[in-house]
């Protein structure tokens, strides 16, 4: 707001050798400027925004507090500057009354220019260099650079108080504001989807939000230096930032129940399709189900002592679930609709991965059976590519085998011993028909 930073220090000497009229005139045309830049600013400071929206607002707490420490502060400052434009104005008069000032002239001058004659009445208002301890005294005596000094004190203080506040409300209500209208919209959206308060946890957190907001906004309004950090390491007025936890904090909780509304909505356009796809999981998961019964018969009837697991029934708790969803999509209760989807095709998939593993924990022994019945093919051809299929030896232990593995119910454990029996005997005829080990194609025995 074009507020200059500090007054412009004085500085002249302490009273020494009577002045010169050169170094008279050089004085008074330095406090001349320097009275210019002090009344500029003091100017600028009551002309501040942030000062006429502290003069106008309702304030409370620790910058109700500080305002009127602020305000004493001004009144003081002006009053300095009054003894200071005083002081300068007896100085020219001294000054207008010769062309060339005598002695008692310039001794008069020097007194002004650098002596402790300019004096302030106390009038009871505080400011640096008042002592709580002793008794307050009628007037106080400077010399123009400790006044200057003293000025300088009291407009940093007030400046650094004016805008923090300032900055304060510049940044947070607008901010504050903002974020109030994006809930309004997220809140329009929640009511649209049956979201509402009482009724969804979502619906809950908008209202809590909304409170919050409208809770925050007054309070930076009547005290903004309770949300007014300062800088570390910095004395220049107005340094330091914002405390802008409690807005992130509500803009980060309308952020997440915005995205919850979002899935929502998501589910509204897409909850036909997602019905459909746990409908077809269930129903693929009841088939597979239904197979593995059906193997389990089959085992029992053709695999003799083994250890059959059980297969359960179809999922009927998930059907029921399933019915619920569709209702809730029926009567466009999205809210519900969506917690109890994102389940069902989560527990749809894990019922098909369990359809999935009984089947195949029932199915193991046939699986066992398979592959002995492969083996014990895979050696019969073996022998036959070597011309030794009509041993009798080997015959004998292959019809053996193959009764065992092809006949109802099926020892596994002892067709494997069957099976065993006819791979050694077949190792040994092939080992003795072929010393080295190889046939002509390369192949182990």
């Excluded at 002995?372 to 050696?379: E, H, K, Q, S, V």
Aim: net charge negative.
């Amino acid at each position: 707001m074009g507020v200059a930073g500090s007054f412009p220090g004085f500085t002249g000497r302490p009273p020494g050798p009577v002045m010169g009229r050169d170094e008279a005139d050089r004085t008074l045309a330095r406090l001349g400027a320097e009275h210019e830049a002090i009344e500029t600013s003091l100017l600028a400071l009551e002309e501040h925004a942030g000062r006429r929206l502290l003069e106008g607002a309702t304030l409370t707490g620790v910058t109700e507090e500080r305002w009127g420490s602020t305000k004493r502060s001004i009144t003081l400052l002006w009053r300095y500057f009054d003894a200071y434009a005083g002081a300068l104005a007896s100085a020219r008069e001294i000054r207008a009354r010769r062309r060339y000032p005598g002695r008692s002239d310039l001794v008069a001058l020097t007194d002004l220019l650098r002596g402790d004659g300019v004096t302030v009445a106390n009038q009871g208002a505080t400011g640096p260099g008042v002592s709580l301890t002793r008794p307050a005294r009628l007037s106080e005596r400077f010399t123009l650079e400790e006044l200057v000094a003293r000025m300088n004190d009291l407009y940093a203080q007030a400046l650094d108080m004016i805008l923090a506040s300032d900055s304060v409300w510049s940044a947070l209500p607008a901010r504050i504001d903002l974020l109030a209208a994006e809930l309004r919209r997220t809140a329009s959206l929640a009511h649209s989807v049956g979201v509402r308060p009482g009724e969804h946890p979502a619906g809950d957190d908008l209202e809590a939000i909304a409170e919050e907001l409208a809770t925050l906004r007054k309070q930076v309004i009547s005290d903004p230096l309770a949300f007014w950090v300062p800088g570390p390491g910095s004395a220049a007025p107005g340094g330091g930032r914002p405390d802008t936890t409690r807005y992130d904090r509500a803009a980060l909780a309308l952020e997440e129940v915005r995205r919850e509304i979002e899935a929502v909505l998501a589910v509204r356009q897409d909850a036909e399709q997602r019905l459909i796809q746990v409908r077809d999981l269930l129903s693929r998961a009841n088939r597979t189900l239904a197979e593995a019964r059906l193997a389990r018969g089959e085992v029992l009837a053709k695999i003799a002592a083994s250890e059959v697991p059980a297969v359960s029934g179809p999922p009927t708790v998930l059907q029921e679930r399933l019915a619920t969803a569709s209702a809730y999509r029926r009567h466009a209760q999205w809210n519900r609709l969506s917690p109890l989807l994102e389940s069902l095709e989560r527990e749809a998939e894990d019922e098909l991965l369990r359809a999935r593993e009984s089947l195949t924990s029932v199915t193991g022994p046939l699986a066992v059976r398979a592959e002995l019945r492969g083996r014990l093919d895979a050696y019969k051809a073996k022998v036959a590519r070597h011309g030794l299929a009509e041993d009798p030896l080997l015959i004998e232990r292959y019809d053996a085998a193959r009764r065992m593995l092809w006949s109802a119910p099926c020892d596994l454990r002892v067709a494997e011993q069957a099976v065993l029996h006819y791979q050694l005997a077949a190792t040994d005829l092939l080992t003795q028909h072929r010393p080295d080990g190889h046939d002509g194609q390369g192949e182990t025995s």
